[in-house]
């Protein structure tokens, strides 16, 4: 299994190798409604039996996953937190110099940390996540937020004061592929999980970074029109490629859940 990366290793181009693991219903929603934030989710009871048993699953696949790979960044997406349109914490007026905070942050005490074990990666283009929560003890992995140039200079000024590192990129929303970059040059980061569906995903999907895709599929059925989906991306235009798997495994549990691994071909 660990072959996977190297096949595709001469094929990322600076990045780290990036897998999705992901549960969703069979029709492949991966809420039960628009605008849930995974807490919300994660206290919905109207599958509680499927969702525990797929639940356990999940756990046996992420366990496995983790041996193989050791990733050492998780990544998630801001929606994942925090509720479309929720009113955001104010933060003081920043009155210093833009360069100053327009920059990439990475505080030598937390990089270097004796009980740093990986970073949980925020996609943050708007800078709405604004606990000033640091990660850290007991498990030993420090958030890391990656934000674009249009968050507020006071939303970066806050996350420096709190000493939480982040990488920007992009103009309006986070230019993923710069990120990744990043992630590998600045920090040495050779492989990235993520349990981002939806929009994350979508955009993973569109620009050709995901290299491996993991979905347990729970037996039920959920429907909808905003309900999130695995790959909540824009439209394919004309003439422009699908993206092609490669199946590797597939497992049926008899609870019904069912976990499908595939290998993303980047190219065909």
Same mark, same amino acid.
């Given at each position: 299994?660990?072959?996977?990366?190297?096949?595709?290793?001469?094929?990322?181009?600076?990045?780290? $190798?990036?897998?999705?693991?992901?549960?969703?219903?069979?029709?492949?929603?991966?809420?039960?409604?628009?605008?849930?934030?995974?807490?919300?989710?994660?206290?919905?009871?109207?599958?509680?039996?499927?969702?525990?048993?797929?639940?356990?699953?999940?756990?046996?696949?992420?366990?496995?996953?983790?041996? &193989?790979?050791?990733?050492? %960044?998780?990544?998630?997406?801001?929606?994942?937190?925090?509720?479309?349109?929720?009113?955001?914490?104010?933060?003081?007026?920043?009155?210093?110099?833009?360069?100053?905070?327009?920059?990439?942050?990475?505080?030598?005490?937390?990089?270097?940390?004796?009980?740093?074990?990986?970073?949980?990666?925020a996609v943050d283009g708007q800078g709405r996540l604004r606990s000033g929560w640091q990660g850290?003890?007991?498990?030993?992995?420090?958030?890391?937020?990656? %934000?674009?140039?249009?968050?507020?200079?006071?939303?970066?000024?806050?996350?420096?004061?709190?000493?939480?590192?982040?990488?920007?990129? /992009?103009?309006?929303?986070?230019?993923?592929? &710069?990120?990744?970059?990043?992630?590998?040059?600045?920090?040495?980061?050779?492989?990235?999980?993520?349990?981002?569906? /939806?929009?994350?995903?979508?955009?993973?999907?569109?620009?050709?970074?995901?290299?491996?895709?993991?979905?347990?599929?729970?037996?039920?059925?959920?429907?909808?029109?905003?309900?999130?989906?695995?790959?909540?991306?824009?439209?394919?235009?004309?003439?422009?490629?699908?993206?092609?798997?490669?199946?590797?495994?597939?497992?049926?549990?008899?609870?019904?859940? &069912?976990?499908?691994? $595939?290998?993303?071909?980047?190219?065909?």
């Open positions: 299994m660990k072959a996977l990366i190297n096949e595709n290793q001469n094929k990322l181009s600076g990045r780290p $190798y990036i897998y999705l693991t992901v549960s969703a219903s069979a029709d492949g929603r991966i809420s039960k409604g628009s605008n849930l934030t995974m807490w919300e989710e994660m206290a919905d009871t109207r599958a509680l039996v499927e969702d525990k048993a797929g639940g356990v699953i999940y756990e046996e696949v992420e366990k496995k996953l983790r041996s &193989i790979y050791k990733p050492q %960044v998780d990544m998630l997406g801001s929606n994942s937190l925090v509720k479309i349109g929720q009113a955001l914490k104010q933060l003081p007026p920043y009155d210093g110099d833009p360069k100053s905070v327009y920059q990439d942050f990475l505080p030598e005490e937390v990089i270097n940390s004796q009980s740093h074990l990986g970073w949980l990666l850290g003890n007991p498990r030993g992995w420090y958030m890391l937020h990656s %934000v674009s140039y249009s968050v507020p200079a006071e939303y970066l000024s806050f996350l420096q004061a709190k000493k939480i590192p982040y990488l920007i990129a /992009g103009e309006k929303q986070v230019d993923l592929k &710069i990120i990744m970059g990043k992630l590998k040059s600045k920090l040495g980061i050779t492989c990235l999980r993520t349990s981002a569906g /939806g929009k994350l995903a979508g955009a993973l999907l569109r620009l050709g970074l995901l290299d491996e895709i993991n979905i347990v599929s729970s037996p039920y059925l959920v429907g909808g029109v905003d309900t999130p989906t695995l790959f909540d991306s824009s439209d394919l235009k004309s003439g422009e490629s699908l993206t092609f798997l490669k199946l590797v495994t597939i497992q049926v549990k008899t609870t019904g859940h &069912i976990w499908t691994r $595939y290998q993303v071909i980047h190219e065909k």
